[in-house]
């Protein structure tokens, strides 16, 4: 069974840097594909970034393109999003989430476990 725990969320100041982890179960970082979702209230659960089980592939979704990075330490089995450049709207409960395809899967269905979610608030 795959287990997922997101920590490092909390407040920031728009244009300032966050970074968050998901610290994941035995070999789950170098088997599984892995990416970050986020839920803003009142809207549903959208795509960020994923990267393949390797960790040589990564994709993000435009919003967060040049701002967000996704990456993995292997030796702690941990994901981790650097956000930079934070907004307002990047506002959200940020989802760590482990995919069996082991690519960069940018959809929902794609992923087979999730975490519990971590709250990241941008303020302006």
């Known amino acids: 069974q795959v287990q997922l725990v997101e920590s490092g969320g909390g407040l920031v100041q728009a244009g300032g840097s966050l970074t968050i982890s998901c610290a994941a179960s035995?070999?789950?970082?170098?088997?599984?594909?892995m990416g970050w979702f986020r839920q803003a209230p009142g809207k549903e659960r959208e795509f960020v970034a994923s990267?393949?089980?390797?960790?040589?592939?990564?994709v993000s979704a435009d919003s967060v393109t040049g701002r967000f990075t996704i990456s993995i330490d292997y030796a702690k089995n941990t994901v981790y999003l650097q956000m930079d450049s934070l907004k307002p709207e990047d506002t959200a409960v940020y989802y760590c989430?482990?995919?069996?395809?082991?690519?960069?899967?940018?959809?929902?269905?794609?992923?087979?476990?999730w975490g519990q979610g971590t709250q990241v608030t941008v303020s302006s």
């Open positions: 990267v393949n089980w390797r960790g040589d592939s990564t």
């Open positions: 989430a482990a995919s069996r395809l082991g690519s960069t899967a940018e959809y929902e269905y794609d992923y087979s476990y």
């Open positions: 035995r070999r789950t970082c170098g088997t599984y594909g």
